[in-house]
């Protein structure tokens, strides 16, 4: 009898690639309905230009398209590449689909489409497949259309009013009005369709983490930092309960959930080390807060990580082993770090704003 | 799953390998013809200056030397016997009591307990470096979610106790260390407990259904550094039950080394039977025994651990002291997915080394960085290999990457 040889070992665990892969497309598919429908019921201006039910529409149809144009430009690539064999086993088809779906949750409800269409095409070709498409790129191609739409079609999206942005005029002493309840449930002006409840997205949260297709030393650790980060600048700057509410703005608005879901531990793009793990997370948290503090954009994550993903290779290249000493260094610098940037940029804000002080923190009385 | 206990103690022929990976050079101690006992010595293997034993495990007539391929596929000689079924012992002494160590080691080498666990961690039986810490495995695993044999603990705990002692005195152990499983029966934990009471022994108890290399941790906790390829090099003499209750034979009873149990199991067998078998019977034997394959076509043969045993490409071979266990499968080509740099096979890795910055480096050819990486260290565990989702043959890379850097 002879037999055919290959190499040890002949079990494999249960985990499988193309699993991560599908959980992470149930969990898009299931979070896509919910910002359709969430869509249609928050409440608009008087003078908007759009009712609910046009907005929901076109979230969806954002969706639709931004799928069907990555699939087909993933299609057309393969076709050129003379690869188009591979688009024969079903696996291959899930990667494009939920790169399509991302991009279009990550942009506002007023992205003109043909925006979509150029940014979907450009994060797909130039984030991806340029890279020798999935498992090789090194900019999350998510993130590349998402900014590629921010930088080119910045007009056209303009966005007004998030809470993140209430936030940054309240410290100038205008007025917030926020409740809690629509905060928990997404019911607000979001800087994304995919900006939702955070209810929900901390229930895909989990879900993901038990599939396992979350990095939960990143997602934590990211969420973490910002809540740390956030904490320190709302103590310097507010009384106590100023500093829980802005702590809580910058926890569940904004794409604080959405990037600790889907973004921060994207696999391919994230190190692949414990402390490297958590030194991106942190790094990728105080740049989160950095921007949202300092600079004019409504939101900071798609840059934050952006950057994070730049410095990924660089980690990756010069850690040399994962060793107790070095976790416990990493953790204690990634601390003292935190607690210095919270510092400084508290400092910063509240020179700012050291006359409102008193008057924000009572304004922030209204929202509990 | 293994449904069957089966004996096979009785061949036509014993096929005996003369020579093994470390002793490759052997002298023959029997003509053709001649008639031999049970523990008789039909040759000596020199492993340096040092020479092994290796023994008749039938007796009747040597019918000459051949060359047959052994369980890593390479071509050795094997002397052959025919069996004439008497089993015709050679008388040994016998021991009571306190043993010099001195006496136990010669009794082991000489009975034929040298080489009998090989997969894994575990390491050959001898006294030439120094031994501080014994660690006894009685665990029998060959896949995951596992073919386990508690019967022999249950009814020789005593003996596989009095083994360990034996063994701990004759490496001169400070510390003996028993491994058993979270999911041993309650009756076989009870029966274990109850004989190491009062020794020297102590128990550690281990999730088996957690594949994490946890063998290798206990090695490192015991010596409190990280411990090398080779436990005896650290001073840690790694073995299993099966040897403590061989040892316990060899001392107690003058009983040499002649049958071991092997676990056959695999989807190409009509059932899957653990073995009573004797020493140097060939493979196709047990086959026939058990009923034959299933299927003709494309299978695999893989022999001994499933992370980090070997695959053999004929079933020409006879079953030699250190095998325990024997997987014949339908061949699954698995399809490798690209690398999601999820990090698994970093986190899982028991020397802590990065086999996946190794595999990036490799790819990268960059000698320098494969160096810094530690990849020396590997201990070729295979569990990066096992955990990886996208069935990447993780260690193969990082050997090719040990081979680069020589
Ligand atoms: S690199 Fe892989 S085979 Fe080597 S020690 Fe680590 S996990 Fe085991
Ligand atoms: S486990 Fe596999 S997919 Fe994950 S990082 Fe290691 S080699 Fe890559």
């Known amino acids: 009898m002879n037999f055919t040889t290959t190499k040890p070992p002949v079990k494999y665990n249960q985990q499988r690639s193309l699993k991560r892969a599908l959980n992470l497309n149930i969990a898009l598919i299931v979070l896509a309905i919910a910002s359709v429908i969430l869509r249609a019921l928050t409440p608009l201006a008087e003078d908007a230009a759009m009712t609910n039910l046009d907005i929901a529409f076109k979230a969806f149809l954002m969706m639709a398209v931004g799928v069907i144009v990555s699939v087909m430009v993933e299609v057309f690539y393969a076709i050129s590449e003379g690869t188009i064999q591979k688009f024969e086993v079903y696996k291959r088809w899930i990667d494009p689909i939920n790169t399509g779906l991302l991009i279009a949750l990550l942009l506002p409800s007023t992205t003109p489409i043909y925006a979509l269409v150029i940014s979907v095409i450009v994060g797909v070709y130039a984030g991806k497949l340029v890279f020798g498409g999935y498992g090789y790129y090194i900019f999350n191609p998510v993130l590349v259309a998402v900014l590629f739409a921010h930088l080119t079609f910045g007009g056209q999206m303009d966005i007004t009013g998030t809470p993140l942005l209430l936030m940054k005029e309240a410290v100038f002493g205008s007025s917030v009005e926020l409740s809690l309840q629509s905060l928990l449930i997404g019911n607000y002006t979001a800087v994304a369709i995919g900006s939702t409840s955070v209810l929900l997205l901390f229930a895909v949260f989990v879900y993901l983490c038990v599939t396992k297709v979350i990095d939960l030393r990143i997602s934590i650790t990211y969420l973490l930092t910002i809540f740390l980060v956030s904490l320190g600048i709302g103590f310097i700057n507010f009384t106590t309960q100023g500093m829980l509410i802005y702590t809580l703005v910058n926890m569940i608005t904004g794409l604080t959930m959405f990037g600790a879901v889907f973004l921060v531990s994207e696999s391919v793009s994230s190190p692949t080390s414990r402390e490297t793990k958590i030194a991106y997370a942190v790094i990728v948290g105080i740049l989160v807060m950095l921007i949202r503090v300092l600079s004019a954009e409504p939101e900071g994550v798609v840059f934050a990580i952006l950057f994070g993903n730049l410095l990924t290779p660089f980690m990756n290249r010069t850690v040399k082993r994962s060793q107790t000493k070095g976790l416990i260094k990493t953790v204690v610098i990634s601390i003292v770090a935190i607690v210095i940037v919270s510092g400084a940029i508290g400092f910063i804000v509240q020179s700012r704003i050291i006359e409102n002080l008193n008057e924000t923190a009572a304004l922030f009385g209204g929202i509990l | ?406």
Not at chain 2, 10 to 27: G, H
Not at chain 2, 65 to 77: P, Y
Not at chain 2, 100 to 117: E, K, W
């Open chain 2, 1 to 406: 799953m293994i449904t069957e206990n089966k004996t096979y103690l009785d061949p036509r022929k014993v096929y005996l390998p003369i020579t093994d990976e470390d002793a490759r050079v052997a002298s023959l101690q029997v003509a053709e013809e001649d008639e031999v006992k049970v523990g008789q010595i039909i040759a000596k293997k020199y492993r340096g200056k040092e020479a092994i034993p290796v023994i008749a495990t039938v007796s009747g007539k040597v019918l000459g030397v051949e060359q047959r391929i052994d369980r890593f596929g390479k071509v050795i000689d094997h002397v052959i016997i025919e069996n004439d079924r008497k089993n015709t012992l050679e008388a040994f002494d016998t021991f009571d009591g306190e043993v010099p160590t001195q006496i136990i080691r010669n009794q082991l080498l000489r009975l034929g307990i040298h080489q009998v666990s090989l997969d894994g961690l575990y390491t050959d039986i001898r006294f030439d470096q120094p031994i501080e810490h014994l660690m006894v495995d009685a665990i029998y695993t060959n896949e995951p979610f596992i073919s386990l044999d508690y019967d022999c603990i249950v009814k020789e705990a005593e003996e596989i106790t009095d083994g360990i002692l034996l063994l701990a005195k004759a490496c001169k152990a400070k510390t003996v260390t028993l491994l058993v499983d979270k999911f041993m029966n309650q009756e076989a934990l009870d029966e274990i407990g109850k004989a190491i009471s009062d020794t020297i022994i102590e128990l550690e108890v281990i999730n088996s259904k957690k594949m994490n290399g946890v063998d290798y941790k206990i090695a490192r906790k015991l010596i409190n550094r990280r411990p090398s390829i080779n436990l005896l090099d650290d001073g840690i003499m790694f073995t299993t039950v099966f040897v403590a209750r061989s040892a316990y034979q060899v001392i107690r009873q003058g009983l040499p080394l002649t049958t071991r149990k092997v676990a056959l199991t695999g989807d190409a067998f009509v059932t899957n039977a653990l073995y009573d078998v004797r020493i140097g019977t060939l493979f196709e034997y047990l086959v026939e025994d058990l009923g034959g394959y299933t299927d003709e076509e494309a299978l695999s043969c893989h022999i001994g651990n499933f992370l980090s045993g070997n695959q053999v490409e004929s079933d020409a071979f006879s079953i030699a002291a250190h095998i325990d266990s024997i997987d014949v499968s339908r061949y699954r080509d698995v399809e490798e997915d690209v690398c999601i740099k999820c990090g698994d096979c970093n986190d899982i890795c028991p020397t802590d080394i990065l086999p996946q910055n190794i595999m990036d480096a490799e790819l990268r050819s960059v000698n320098e960085r494969i160096v810094e990486l530690h990849t020396d260290d590997c201990i070729e565990c295979g569990l990066c290999t096992y955990v990886c989702p996208s069935k990447i043959n993780v260690l193969e890379w990082v050997r090719r990457a040990k081979r680069r850097v020589g």
